[in-house]
């Protein structure tokens, strides 16, 4: 894993940028190159997790001098991808190499034959054209900024801002404010674009750029597909032992996340089976949360005879990683907490890749959002009026979402479902822009499909993906997300819902692994890994908290910030509503 950064120009000598900005990323080693017109410069700082020899060094050139990457993420497959190559003289065992070799041969089709997660940059020196790639769900991010002659590019929004972090659009503002976290894709602020998932853009010596989708969800995803239920679970049970397996490929030692739950315990028991030496688990315990799964962990664990570890956190060290995961930050989010202080124990215990269970409830149905918009499906056949008539007598919180939701398809109502506030809330914070809403990338398909859609494209993939790589990459851990294999995504969201079923939880995925799950940790409530965070705000952390929103007030209508406050004190509004705010106003004051 590693931290990639450039610079292009069409004319003159491109721009070199500090490799400090993103030596986090990559603290192992670091590297340049210039191009030799001087048009193209290439930085990029190394997490080495394969190919530990300088053979893996980056930047890296094919084997005749054309092509030029900086490449961030892991190639699973890339053994595979090499014996398919006429190419045979290869210098290491390194994915770079084997993409940067594949790229000469095939061009950008190779990146069909890819499993992996990856963002990265490759300059062909001979026609003078750069090109920026991203992977299939966003897993890796990549950045750029696109001025008169100057184009540049990062791993990271603030390697591209002097270090500093942007100065968000109203857009971006409102976005955040809405769902706790900036748009997925697209303008942010200070210039600075995300480059949407699944797409690589072209810049050519004139100047020109285009930006296209290089993969399609949709047409990966047969939502037609009939299979019987025996057929379904041997084959998530191939898929994911599959990708679990291949998500092993490393030269150093790879952890595992266990919590106890569903999809760390399968991650684990399949890790175990493939894994070379025993697997490393880690189970991250807090004395003052609500549930408490380390019981289910080392049950888990001593099945699979792993080297199991329990790290404890003292309140201190929480409330101390709690205040350093907001300035770790490099896109402000409001759920992001967890993966830094989990992302930190494990680092703190030598380990520098771990596997995580992270995209099994977008696809398998482990939300509550699987069950409530399957409820609301009426409301698609009535009135306006009438519609909301009826959402009077439901939960207050629930038609306050979706009374003004433009539109009542499955996927837009999960959309809703997900939304902290809506516009006319927005306005009264001060903002006059409306959110930037994702739209569905699955077209048909039936209301399992549209909810896992609206899942991963609106929840995931613009939050917990990237909470999980900016928290993970912070403390130098590289974060491997087996669930999200695209053979597996795509195979699982087309199934058709009665294989699915949204009244029992991921049953399709517990019945695949029925035979060596443990009972106990499937046949029980959804948990989590929950700190006592109103606590906090209101104790130990009151004035980080009062400092937030301080900030937040530059912008934001002082008045709406503290009724929200005193909402908050009075146990009225969830702490996530204050604390979006809060870190808001952390942001806001780097910048």
Request: hydrophobic residues 40%; contains cysteine.
């Amino acid at each position: 894993m590693c931290g990639i950064i450039g610079s292009y120009r069409t004319s003159g000598f491109a721009n070199e940028f500090s490799l400090q900005a993103i030596h986090h990323r990559g603290p192992d080693s670091q590297g340049q190159f210039r191009s030799p017109n001087s048009a193209c410069w290439l930085g990029h700082t190394r997490l080495s997790i394969v190919e530990l020899s300088p053979a893996g060094h980056q930047p890296m050139s094919d084997h005749s001098g054309r092509y030029t990457v900086v490449f961030n993420g892991e190639i699973y497959n890339h053994q595979s991808v090499r014996s398919s190559l006429k190419f045979g003289k290869w210098r290491g065992h390194s994915d770079t190499e084997t993409l940067v070799e594949s790229w000469a041969e095939l061009g950008e089709e190779c990146l069909n034959s890819f499993r992996g997660m990856f963002a990265f940059a490759i300059y062909d020196q001979q026609d003078h054209v750069l090109c920026l790639v991203r992977d299939r769900f966003g897993i890796k991010p990549l950045y750029y900024r696109a001025e008169a002659n100057e184009f540049s590019f990062a791993s990271e929004v603030r390697a591209l801002n002097g270090g500093s972090h942007v100065t968000l659009s109203e857009e971006s503002i409102a976005t955040f404010l809405s769902f706790g976290r900036l748009p997925s894709e697209g303008f942010l602020g200070s210039g600075i674009t995300s480059l949407p998932v699944g797409s690589i853009l072209r810049l050519d010596c004139d100047g020109l750029q285009t930006v296209k989708k290089w993969w399609d969800f949709q047409g990966e995803v047969h939502a037609s597909r009939e299979v019987d239920e025996i057929s379904a679970k041997s084959h998530v049970l191939q898929l994911v032992e599959s990708s679990v397996r291949e998500h092993l490929l490393s030269d150093v030692p790879v952890g595992c996340f266990l919590s106890g739950g569903i999809d760390s315990s399968i991650i684990a028991l399949t890790a175990a089976k493939y894994a070379s030496e025993p697997l490393r688990t880690y189970t991250v315990v807090f004395d003052d949360v609500e549930f408490d799964e380390r019981q289910y962990a080392k049950d888990v664990a001593k099945i699979v005879g792993a080297d199991h570890h329990e790290i404890l956190l003292n309140d201190k060290q929480c409330l101390d990683w709690v205040v350093e995961s907001v300035a770790a930050m490099d896109c402000p989010s409001a759920d992001a907490i967890n993966t830094y202080i989990v992302s930190k124990a494990v680092a703190n215990a030598g380990i520098k890749v771990t596997l995580s269970g992270l995209g099994s409830d977008e696809i398998f149905g482990g939300y509550a959002s699987f069950r409530t918009v399957s409820k609301l499906k009426w409301m698609n056949v009535l009135p306006n009026s009438v519609r909301n008539a009826l959402l009077r007598f439901g939960p207050t919180r629930l038609s306050e979402k979706v009374s003004d939701c433009p539109s009542t398809d499955p996927f837009s109502l999960d959309i809703a479902c997900r939304r902290w506030m809506d516009s006319q809330t927005l306005k009264k914070f001060g903002l006059n822009a409306d959110p930037i809403v994702p739209t569905p990338k699955l077209h048909g398909g039936d209301l399992f499909s549209k909810i896992s859609d609206a899942e991963i494209h609106g929840y995931m993939e613009p939050m917990l993906l990237r909470d999980s790589d900016q928290m993970s990459m912070a403390v130098s851990i590289e974060l491997r997300v087996p669930f999200l294999d695209h053979r597996l995504v795509s195979y699982v969201v087309g199934l058709p819902s009665k294989l699915k079923n949204t009244r029992i939880r991921k049953m399709l995925l517990v019945d695949a692994f029925r035979d060596v799950l443990p009972e106990q940790v499937w046949n029980r409530p959804k948990m989590g890994f929950a700190l006592p965070m109103s606590k906090w705000m209101n104790g130990p952390l009151k004035s980080f908290v009062e400092e937030g929103l301080r900030h937040s007030a530059g912008i934001l209508n002082e008045k709406k910030i503290r009724e929200t406050e005193k909402k908050f004190v009075a146990g009225k509004v969830h702490w996530t509503r204050l604390w979006s705010i809060v870190v808001l106003g952390h942001y806001l004051k780097r910048s």
